[in-house]
Nanobody, 124 residues
Framework: QVQLVESGGGLVQAGGSLRLSCAAS????????MGWFRQAPGKEREFVAT????????VYANSVRGRFTISRDSAKNALYLQMNSLKSEDTAVYYC?????????????????WGQGTQVTVSS
């Protein structure tokens, strides 16, 4: 099992920045990739960004490319999401996910482990 704990959410004005963190513990050696997803009220959970644990290969959703940066610290088993130029439509609960499938994927169903989520609210 892999346990994930997110932190760093909060309230920020439009145009501002936030940095989310996700701490992984347990059988972290089994992780192939980790990613960030978000779920706004009344909407389905959607992909934001993912990073392959071994070589740092990254995929972004079109809606965040150029504004958000995903990164990882392998030594600390930590995942980060730097969010800049935030917009009101970025308001959501942000979830950290991990997958042990041996391929890079943006599919929610491919992620085996999830954190509890952290709220990000962007005021306009």
């Amino acid at each position: 099992q892999v346990q994930l704990v997110e932190s760093g959410g909060g309230l920020v004005q439009a145009g501002g920045s936030l940095r989310l963190s996700c701490a992984a513990s347990g059988r972290t050696f089994s992780m192939y990739a980790m990613g960030w997803f978000r779920q706004a009220p009344g909407k389905e959970r959607e992909f934001v960004a993912t990073i392959r644990w071994t070589d740092g290969f990254i995929v972004y959703a079109n809606s965040v490319r150029g504004r958000f940066t995903i990164s990882r610290d392998s030594a600390k088993n930590a995942l980060y999401l730097q969010m800049n130029s935030l917009k009101s439509e970025d308001t959501a609960v942000y979830y950290c996910g991990a997958t042990n499938q041996a391929r890079i994927t943006i599919g929610i169903r491919d992620y085996n482990y999830w954190g509890q989520g952290t709220q990000v609210t962007v005021s306009s």
